[in-house]
């Protein structure tokens, strides 16, 4: 009989599972915040990049999945932190991974993925799921979306300062 795998194997796992909408591991996208054992449990502690987030339901899955691969005899809690996520909490290979994606993390202004220019334009109020926002660059006239939360049009306004717009 083998020991169980202890909660940082077991977070080792749960780093494996990628988000549904872009290819990045839950550690990397800082969505996997602990995973610990409590009760005989083991409790898996995640954060939606946003408060209503679509995906939450197949996360869940995927992490269970994994987990019951890896440990099929422990009994699994997924407890989801409401508004614990912050763009800060994406690791630099998840920063690095969205970039190769196409994407970009809010908090900051935001630049092209693809050219690095910081000549862009946002494009809209939601890019292809709520937690992104579609911007184009106006250099290499690439689109990408930059991934925020619920809020991230309050992080990422229109720009007010360039030609030809206006807030």
């Known amino acids: 009989m083998t020991a169980p795998l202890t909660p940082d194997q077991l977070a080792d796992v749960v780093a494996g599972v990628s988000d549904p909408e872009i290819e990045v591991g839950l550690r990397d996208l800082g969505v996997l915040r602990s995973v610990s054992r409590a009760d005989g449990r083991v409790q898996v502690h995640l954060a939606p990049t946003r408060l209503a987030c679509p995906a939450q339901g197949e996360i869940a899955r995927r992490v269970r999945s994994a987990l019951a691969e890896a440990a099929p005899d422990e009994d699994i809690d997924i407890v989801w932190e409401r508004g614990a996520w912050q763009p800060t909490a994406v690791t630099a290979n998840g920063r690095q991974a969205l970039r190769d994606g196409g994407y970009r993390v809010a908090g900051s202004t ?5 050219c690095g220019g910081d000549d862009v334009a946002r494009a809209g109020s939601f890019g292809g799921a ?5 911007f184009d660059c106006r250099g290499c006239g690439s689109p990408f979306d930059v991934i925020g939360t619920a809020g ?12 030809g717009r206006s807030g």
């Open 130 to 134: 709520v937690c992104k926002v579609p």
């Open 152 to 163: 991230c049009h309050a992080l990422l306004p229109y720009p007010t300062d360039r030609p």
């Open 110 to 114: 935001p630049r092209c993925p693809y």
